[in-house]
């Protein structure tokens, strides 16, 4: 019998916001959306039409663990800016998503997450009522408050009547600047409901228009730009809008400024670009190109600098410009910026290189002769890194020649390169030297376990482009890559991973080596951070998901098996590389 309930209101709702993938792990909670799944694909290819077989509905797919679906939405939706639905079971599905959820909030990216909840009724009141033991068990007092201090919004779901409307406002949460994920619950019987169609305009749940700076601000910043003997630009995620890359750039040699990107989660600025200063990530020393800086502009960033080793001078003037400028998610932030303002970076940028043109405020000796500077030190930089890119002449794989040997497999393909390799992050971006925005994509987020189900997003999003994660040994693992390159296997996602193989964890070490550099730990060499015995990584891949499988640490031979893998993905098929680097 077809029927239109909560559950085939609820699909449509996401088909009609532009919802085309839920990746879903379902639960003895969705039988609701299961049966509206199936009547509508079963009204779709009838001979005779039906009342509702005109409307579509996004395709489900199928993810063995959370973790999975939630990183493929997140990736899917930094490829397109459009937000996908992701499908977990109760409070069990729902703690699953773990630090994907993290991830999701701090990169800043849109995500509805949809979770049943133990029905409420038990003695046959309702349809969907308690009829398996596991509704007792999984009856909690509060599953929302499980994900929220992770998500801009969480509401239950009380009835189908007002539920595309509930949808449609959950989206246009997500969306709006600072995007991020919501979170809807609905109890079994909220999703049988019985409901009459009906519509809802989703052209009146748009996301909130572009923030600009004000005329007052955008004065004030472009005449301190303009006026500084050593201006400089700090931004860490300005290039998950690609757009707004060139407009960086032009403001940047309009008055021949330095970027620097710290914690680069995008392509911010051409790497190859000569006002390109560099990138921050793990800071162990004073960064001298910010230390000189006497007017500093910090746009979409977190963490501009680490202050307890790397500062500004005290002298120095700040602007603090992003769609949240306070941080007001972390308990403790703080850097001494004269203004905070919010606004869209793209617009701020246009914004105040108008300003700087109408006034003719340039100063063209003085630019020319940081123009000079910038470029000289750029080319230092680049001939110092082409030096550590040589093979080592020990026979060891180096991160800085593994890179090399990447970014010259790919020079000839349309790439979208995940990155989530830690304490190797700032090896990645300078030897990658990424100039086009928008190929170079990481999580954002303080968790890992990303690129193997973010490979598969990017993949449906991107079909026609090459998708390759660059992944550290303990990521690669935290991603439950026996789940993820089944799904891949599945839904022929083909992608490239090469795994950076330290057999270990590198990250608490260097944090403990920071903190007691002359302590017990250090002196024994005793971190609990290896993973011997190695596990046979791509092996995992290549049973779960039938991945092409090797393990490489002859530096003569990596170029080679790039190559080879590289022609096993674009056959379709996945492929795994282990690179053996040396060892934590």
Excluded at 222 to 243: C, E, F, K, N, Q
Excluded at 247 to 252: F, G, Q
Aim: aromatic letters at 6%; one cysteine or more; proline letters at 8%.
């Amino acid at each position: 019998m077809s029927y239109h309930t909560t559950s085939s209101a609820f699909l449509e709702a996401l088909a009609e916001a532009g919802v085309s993938y839920i990746f879903a792990n379902l639960g003895s909670d969705h039988p609701g959306i299961i049966e509206a799944l199936a009547q509508a694909r079963a009204a779709a290819s009838s001979p005779t039409p039906t009342p509702g077989a005109d409307a579509k509905t996004p395709r489900l797919i199928v993810c063995p663990h959370e973790t999975v679906a939630l990183s493929a939405a997140h990736a899917y939706a930094m490829v397109t800016g459009q937000p996908q639905a992701v499908l977990v079971h109760v409070d069990a599905g729902t703690q699953n998503l773990g630090g994907a959820v993290n991830n999701a909030m701090r990169g800043r990216v849109p995500v509805l997450i949809f979770a049943g909840m133990a029905p409420y009724t038990q003695e046959g009141e309702l349809p969907g009522g308690r009829n398996e033991f596991i509704h007792w068990v999984q009856d909690v007092r509060d599953q929302r408050g499980i994900l929220r201090n992770y998500v801009k919004y969480d509401n239950e779901l009380r009835t189908g009547r007002n539920v595309k409307q509930l949808v449609h406002r959950a989206l246009q949460i997500a969306r709006s600047e600072p995007a991020g994920p919501v979170y809807l619950t609905g109890p079994r019987e909220v999703m049988e409901e019985p409901v009459e169609p009906y519509a809802v305009d989703p052209a009146t749940f748009g996301a909130v228009a572009p923030a600009a700076l004000t005329e007052e601000v955008t004065a004030e910043i472009a005449t301190a730009l303009a006026g500084a003997r050593h201006p400089l630009i700090v931004t860490s995620y300005l290039g998950r809008d690609p757009a707004a890359v060139p407009k960086l750039v032009e403001l940047a040699e309009l008055l021949a400024i330095p970027v620097i990107e710290s914690v680069a989660y995008h392509v911010n600025f051409p790497a190859s670009h000569p006002l390109h200063a560099g990138y921050q990530f793990h800071s162990v020393a004073q960064n001298p190109v910010l230390a000189q800086a006497d007017v500093i502009l910090t746009i979409d960033s977190d963490v501009p600098w680490i202050p307890a080793v790397n500062r500004p001078s005290p002298d120095a003037v700040i602007y603090c410009v992003d769609t949240d400028p306070l941080k007001s998610q972390m308990t403790m932030w703080h850097i001494p910026a004269r203004r905070y303002a919010t606004a869209n970076s793209r617009v701020a940028v246009e914004q105040i290189a108008q300003y700087v043109r109408r006034n003719d405020l340039v100063d063209t000796a003085a630019a020319e002769a940081r123009r000079a500077e910038a470029a000289r030190a750029h080319d230092a930089g680049m001939a110092e890194r082409e030096r550590r890119e040589q093979p080592s002449p020990d026979g060891v794989i180096t991160p800085e020649y593994l890179t090399a040997c990447v970014r010259r497999l790919l020079e000839s393909e349309d790439a979208l390169i995940l990155t989530e390799v830690v304490t190797n992050g700032r090896v990645v971006a300078e030897h990658l030297r990424a100039d086009r925005p928008g190929s170079v994509l990481n999580h954002g987020g303080g968790s890992l376990g990303w690129t193997s189900g973010a490979a598969i997003g990017a993949k449906l999003a991107a079909p026609e482009r090459t998708v390759v994660s660059l992944v550290g040994d303990g990521s690669f693992l935290f991603g439950v890559p026996s789940a993820a390159y089944w799904t891949a296997r599945r839904y022929r996602t083909p992608a490239l991973t090469v795994i950076y193989d330290n057999r270990g964890w590198a990250a608490p070490k260097f944090s403990t080596l920071r903190t007691h550099p002359d302590g017990a730990a250090a002196s024994a060499d005793d971190f609990h951070v290896s993973f011997e015995p190695e596990a046979d990584l791509p092996g995992v891949a290549a049973a779960a998901g039938g991945a092409w499988a090797v393990t490489v640490d002859d530096p003569d031979e990596l170029p080679r098996v790039l190559k080879d893998a590289l022609a096993v993905v674009n056959g379709g098929r996945s492929a795994v590389v282990s690179v053996h680097i040396p060892v934590v």
